[in-house]
């Protein structure tokens, strides 16, 4: 394979379709949610993307079995005149290298632009290193409207200290090249496990700005989990400060991805 490959499984119409992309980083924040919304709403898979750029390896399943490294591409569409069509992009990998992340944003974008999408939703985390109590979500957008928007969900804005690393960013930089306006949300996360209590608050800030309700009872479960992990994590972590007799400093070095 020496080029991107999209294997194209049902052809799909749209009509001006929100592109949302939650690829694998932080936490597995994005993925997390993207996946819950894929299966609380019963999207359907229409494309597959395969890529040179993706890492030379594959996944071994539970029964053996290996996967490829993939990304796929589900629609959701409209139930009614309040809501929109969407084009979700999730997978098992980003590209390794950081001409392959260029690229294949490139290519993903000719990609979904080809159905009529010109906006963009990148979902990550955002690490902060250490255990939180609550995770907030944070934001970033390619425009001063869309900032505004966010400002209205409650979502705090990401003001710089710091970049968005890798799939979640490169989206919204090349989308806005293209004229394509955005927003990364990004629920904040230790960073160290996968966090479905992040995951929740980010569906949650995503249900007001799509404007439909989005239940997460199936992700209760695992956002209890996530509490427990982070307890036990404090507690290590007092600990630890105890052990060393030393405070956490004021300045937090915070991740993206």
Known sequence: MKTSHFNVIEEVSF??????EALPGIGHVGKLAADHIIEEFNGVKFAELYSPYFPPQVFVDEDGIVENMINEFYYLKARNDEERDFIILVGNTQGLSPEGQYDLCGEILDFVEGYGAKEIFTLGGLATGHPIEESKVFGAATDIETIEVLKEANITIRSADGG?????????????????KGACLMGETPGYFIDAEAAEALINKLSILLGMEINTDKLD???????????KAQQLEQEMMGKKNIGQGEDDLRYIG
Do not use: H, Q
């Open 221 to 231: 479960e695992r956002a209890e989990e996530t509490k427990k992990m982070i307890s």
């Open 15 to 20: 009509d001006n379709p929100l592109f949302i």
């Open 164 to 180: 968005i690393v890798g799939a979640s960013g490169l989206f919204l930089g090349l989308g806005k090249l293209r004229n394509m």
